[in-house]
């Protein structure tokens, strides 16, 4: 039986995972992309792909997030018959109807937030970022955690 | 949904932790409690009212005054001779007043949150790389491109972020306000993107309100007179009481009626225009020289623009005033206190929810 390897000749780099990063990393930056106003005031962020994330993500990988949550806000704020139909029926029941109904914006942001968690955790978090949901900065800034790359003093083999 | 990526931490744990491990806080607390501007906040953080919220009592008090006034002293008598539904109106009328109003006064206008400490270096550090023009102790500004036309973005000081077109920060309440209008002292807030459409409906409403007692008062004044004239009967000359009340509400609803009026009306023209009052007063797109620069934000039709501004979805709407029925409280309004990151600055983050 081959003896047991150490870790340091491990050719996989270790991974990471949400609870890990969340108990051990400390922050080594973080890169903030800011908003797109290009078309408008409508809710849309940057695609360019930040210098400091060169080394941790493809530019493919991030581009397609931000194009993802481009799309979603896009389809929250739409105007269709529905967000119309919504605007009649809260103007004549001055507003109430809320109270009893969730709109169409909001089942979007909840699927923006379902979106953000599933790509940390499959995405990047094992690559040590962080993406923080833009509604917790006021839809100003997706920001981006880089954190510290735990597996200092391993070689990493690829 | 968003207290997955926090976690509380309870009194209790705190001795387990080891020590080499400093906590950024030990008592989790409300956004709303370490929110910066001078808004004040009641009910656990559902209802916010600006700092100066001094005329919102007159406002109230003036509605129900002439409301009460009306049904006191002139419903009876018009139910009896002109209609029965002369009250029904009068009520529903005065519902949607009152709940505008509250709207209007208790929701937030689109504060946008302060910068975080890092995001704003990130903004400095962007200002200093970029090689722009402007000296260093000038305003700093930003100039993009909105559907082809030039607009220019100023860097707020107080917020230490470039804000976003159509935003102005309020000095009354010291917050950026998204989509600013301006800041109303009858309704004690401002009137921004969030609570603009309850703002038209209260001015709408308050319009047909006072339309409505106005008319009805003339008409209770009129007939009276001819029912008098025709009868000679005692019995309907006013009494002192009666003529002061009614006098009362003339005079309110008179001096109302042309400035709401005049208010809806241009209102309904910004609503249609896609512009806020702040744009319209510093006269932004009328363009200079003659030349007509244009809206870069209103539609090509008008149905669209009235859409736009009163239909568009708001991010929560039930911010404010009540809790949905069935919403689980969640713990988002806790500051993000993870236990073992390594000591982080602790910043005044918030969202649109408290």
């Not at chain 1, 001055?94 to 599933?118: D, S």
């Not at chain 2, 400490?117 to 700093?140: L, M």
Request: glycine share 6%.
């Amino acid at each position: 039986a081959l003896p047991h390897l150490p870790a340091l000749w491990s050719n996989t780099r270790k991974t990471h995972s949400l609870q890990d990063l969340r108990q051990q990393a400390s922050i080594a930056a973080k890169v903030f992309v800011q908003r797109d106003y290009t078309t408008g005031t409508i809710c849309q962020f940057q695609t360019k792909f930040p210098s400091e994330l060169e080394t941790r993500i493809d530019k493919q990988q991030f581009e397609e997030t931000i194009r993802t949550l481009n799309n979603l806000y896009a389809e929250a704020e739409k105007l269709g018959g529905r967000s119309y139909l919504e605007g009649c029926l809260a103007c004549v029941t001055a507003y109430t109807i809320f109270l009893c109904m969730e709109t169409h914006y909001e089942k979007v942001l909840k699927k923006i937030a379902k979106y953000i968690q599933e790509q940390n955790d499959k995405i990047y978090a094992p690559r040590g970022l962080l993406l923080t949901d833009p509604i917790e900065r006021g839809l100003r800034v997706v920001e981006i955690t880089i954190f510290e790359d735990q597996s200092n003093g391993r070689i990493e083999g690829r | 949904m968003k207290g997955c990526e926090y976690q509380q931490i309870h009194l209790g744990t705190l001795s387990a932790l080891p020590h080499a491990v400093p906590i950024p806080v030990a008592v989790p607390r409300r956004k709303w409690q370490v929110f910066p501007g001078r808004n004040r906040f009641f009910c656990d953080g559902r209802i916010m009212v600006a700092k100066q919220s001094g005329v919102l009592p007159l406002t109230l008090g003036l509605i129900f005054i002439t409301v009460g006034l009306f049904f006191a002293f002139d419903c009876p008598f018009l139910m009896e001779h002109l209609s029965r539904f002369v009250p029904a109106i009068a009520a529903v009328l005065f519902l949607f007043v009152i709940i505008s109003l509250l709207r209007t006064s208790f929701t937030d206008p689109g504060i946008l949150p302060r910068a975080t400490p890092e995001e704003a270096a990130d903004v400095e550090r962007h200002i200093d790389t970029s090689g722009s023009s402007t000296y260093r102790t000038a305003p700093r500004t930003k100039e993009i491109l909105i559907n082809k036309q030039l607009v220019k973005l100023k860097y707020c000081f107080t917020c230490k972020m470039f804000r976003p077109p159509r935003t102005s920060h309020c000095s009354l309440c010291d917050n950026c306000v998204e989509r600013f209008d301006h800041h109303c002292p009858w309704v004690g807030n401002c009137v921004g993107k969030r609570n603009y459409r309850f703002f038209y409906s209260f001015l709408v409403s308050l319009s047909f309100l006072t339309a409505f007692i106005f008319g009805c008062v003339i008409t209770h004044l009129t007939l009276r007179i001819m029912i008098t004239v025709k009868f000679f009967s005692p019995l309907h000359v006013f009494g002192l009481n009666m003529a002061f009340c009614t006098a009362l509400e003339l005079v309110v609803c008179f001096f109302s009626i042309w400035s709401i009026l005049g208010l809806s009306g241009f209102h309904t023209y910004l609503v249609a225009s896609n512009l806020t009052t702040n744009e319209d007063i510093k006269g932004l797109w009328s363009g200079k020289q003659g030349e007509d620069m244009g809206n870069p934000y209103s539609y090509s039709s008008i149905f669209t623009n009235c859409c736009v501004v009163l239909c568009v979805p708001l991010g929560v709407p039930c911010d404010g005033l009540v809790s949905r029925p069935g919403c689980v409280p969640s713990p988002s309004g806790l500051m993000p206190c993870v236990t073992g990151l390594a000591p982080v600055p602790r910043d005044p983050v918030w969202d649109k929810r408290f």
